[in-house]
């Protein structure tokens, strides 16, 4: 056989030399990885059935095990030396002269230990036993008889066996078919179905055996080949995976798997006797999730294999999570979509209605996230007004959504302010419709002046926002937040005494009452965060506790737009999502490098306003003194 890179498992890019002594390591590990495997188990069940009588000399075979493991390393550590070949006599030589003193030991103690077993009766623990015994002179084969595997750096060519089966003058003994659990798997942690490849049967035994004493539900697969087969019939939940195989080795079948759709998720946790730094690199970026080098320990092995099981778990039920936000989120857009073309097709049929008696609808003006605007007439006082009629939506069109609405009224005449729109009436008429009733308007709104993306002068920027921010005063004092200042709901009336900025919409209000009990006045979707994430603060984001700074620091947006003609936080597209990230983490572009001409003062209280923290920004009342006197500047 032909030694490269695919077809041994060495890692691609790694030298001749190199791949020699990690193929070498290879091979004299894998008997050795049953040597202590067995012996633990042994240990792991020294107080069963009277076994204590052969505790130490256990503990002797597995001190002499990992005497040997030691060693290896210590043969086959490449020196800073050395040239880029290694003969392989010389090689043979060095680990024949390092390891047959110690190896006979280990051979000596488990023949002691086998007589000690078979005098004690204890029928049990003699497979083991022989295992270990068979592993010994499995290993000294390889070492004295020219079994070992030696790649010549040169041609490539292999000598050796690769498996148990090759060894020889050795019969395997054949794990048994099933081991019961004799205790739980780690606390929290399900059973789980696992498949361990590996073309040696000493090392499929132990760790299945291993797993099967966790509780888990273990197959084995002599081979890559093998192993998929078994995968394609039925799921596994995770997959222990040997690298260096005779028919494909763990890096093929990893590719296999990942190219599969229904196995790629599939966790693999790569087990190999290669332990050079390439060969892990390289099995991580093949996918897999974990790599335990042999001869492997026990209790690390359960570790991982936890480890990655409640990972995996925790993976897929965030899938089925997201699978079933989609879902609704899907059914929730459906739902809109026809709630959308039922209330389009009655605010075209409503131009002519009246409602109650008293208001005609006429030709519609705006329309907004909640409801539809029209130009009515007062028909008993002949008076021209704006109507606003309610848009049912899913979550809101429930009788007590629809007195939330008329609540709107309640929350903006609790205080007369010549800032905020005027309510004169609300209610539900008899065919069912919510309105409310409001001075019609004349002019346009601040997000109209602001659509050709060009700065305002520092001066116009104060003539409108100090209004705004003096009737947030006012309503903060009252217990009333706004929760969804942005231009769109400020108006710039033309009135007969020249412009009025008028304040718009407490359909998101929130009322504190006397007593601090506190009402909601919302047209939101269940529990999620209202308002208008372009403008809204972090503390809101994150459904945390505010008060009447997080109005603040959406008139700190707004005013940021008006002076550099660009909101502070924006992305391709703008999506929502991103720009509410952008305002819990970022920090927003410097003014004077978009507009050098606002005043250093004008900035510096526009940063105060966007702090991310609430404690910093200044109260309405507060930004209105401080607005004033920046108007001197300006």
Request: with cysteine; aromatic share 4%.
């Amino acid at each position: 056989m032909m030694y490269d890179g695919r077809s041994g498992g060495a890692a691609p890019g790694i030298s001749p030399h190199l791949a020699v002594r990690a193929r070498m390591r290879h091979d004299l590990r894998t008997p050795l990885n049953a040597i202590m495997g067995y012996s633990e188990m042994l240990l792991e069940d020294a107080d069963r059935d009277g076994r204590a009588a052969i505790l130490d000399d256990v503990e002797r075979v597995r001190q002499g095990g990992r005497r040997l493991l030691a060693l290896i390393d210590e043969v086959l550590r490449p020196s800073p030396c050395e040239g880029g070949e290694t003969d392989p006599g010389d090689v043979r030589r060095a680990i024949r002269e390092g390891l047959r003193p110690p190896l006979d030991g280990v051979i000596g103690s488990t023949n002691v230990l086998l007589e000690k077993a078979e005098s004690a009766g204890l029928a049990q623990c003699l497979p083991d036993v022989r295992r270990i015994r068979d592993a010994g002179l499995r290993l000294l084969a390889l070492i004295e008889d020219d079994g070992l595997t030696v790649p010549d750096s040169s041609t490539g060519a292999e000598t050796g066996p690769r498996s148990d089966a090759e060894a020889p003058g050795l019969d395997v003994v054949p794990s048994p078919p099933s081991v019961q659990p004799v205790q739980p798997a780690i606390q929290g942690a399900a059973a789980a179905s696992l498949l361990v490849v590996d073309d040696h049967e000493t090392n499929r035994d132990i760790l299945s055996r291993y797993l099967q004493r966790r509780g888990h539900r273990v197959s084995t697969a002599s081979g890559g080949r093998q192993a998929l087969s078994l995968l394609a019939d039925r799921p596994f939940d995770l997959v222990l995976l040997d690298i260096v195989m005779p028919d494909m080795n763990g890096y093929q079948v990893l590719q296999q798997l990942k190219a599969d759709q229904s196995l790629s998720q599939t966790p693999v946790i790569f087990i190999s006797a290669l332990d050079d730094t390439l060969g892990k690199v390289q099995a991580f970026r093949a996918g897999g999730v974990d790599y335990v080098t042999k001869p492997f320990q026990a209790d690390e092995v359960i570790a991982r294999v936890e480890n990655q099981l409640k990972i995996s778990r925790l993976q897929k039920d965030l899938g089925r999570q997201n699978q079933e936000l989609l879902r609704k989120n899907e059914e929730l857009t459906q739902a809109q979509k026809r709630t959308d073309l039922v209330f389009s097709a009655l605010a075209e049929a409503l131009p002519g209605t009246v409602l109650d008696g008293k208001y005609r609808l006429d030709e519609r003006i705006g329309t907004g996230g909640f409801g539809a605007v029209f130009r009515g007439m007062h028909l008993g006082l002949d008076l021209p007004v704006a109507i606003k009629v309610f848009r049912p939506l899913p979550g809101n069109d429930t009788p007590d959504a629809l007195e939330r609405f008329c609540q709107e009224g309640i929350a903006a005449s609790r205080i007369r302010h010549p800032n905020v729109v005027e309510i004169h009436d609300n209610g539900i008429s008899s065919t069912g419709i919510a309105y409310l009733v409001m001075e019609l308007l004349q002019g346009h709104t601040l997000a109209a002046e602001l659509s050709d993306r060009r700065p305002l002068a520092p001066q116009r920027t104060l003539e409108i926002l100090l209004p705004v921010c003096e009737t947030l005063a006012e309503f903060h004092a009252a217990g009333i937040l706004h929760r969804d200042i942005k231009p769109e709901n400020i108006y710039l009336h033309r009135g007969r005494d020249g412009e009025v900025v008028k304040l718009l919409d407490f359909g998101l209000s929130k009322i504190w009452g006397p007593s601090g009990e506190q009402t909601q006045i919302t047209m939101s979707l269940g529990d999620t965060v209202v308002g208008t994430p372009a403008y809204m603060a972090p503390e809101r984001l994150l459904n945390a506790e505010y008060d009447g700074r997080s109005d603040v620091y959406s008139l700190g947006v707004i005013m940021y737009r008006m002076l550099c003609g660009r909101a502070p936080f924006e992305t391709d597209g703008n999506a929502k999502y991103a720009v509410a990230m952008m305002q819990l983490t970022a920090e927003p572009p410097s003014m004077s490098a978009l507009n050098p001409s606002v005043p250093r003062g004008l900035a510096d209280l526009v940063g105060r306003t966007l702090s991310k923290d609430p404690g910093r920004r200044p109260s309405a009342r507060a930004l209105s003194v401080m607005l004033k006197n920046a108007a001197s500047f300006a």
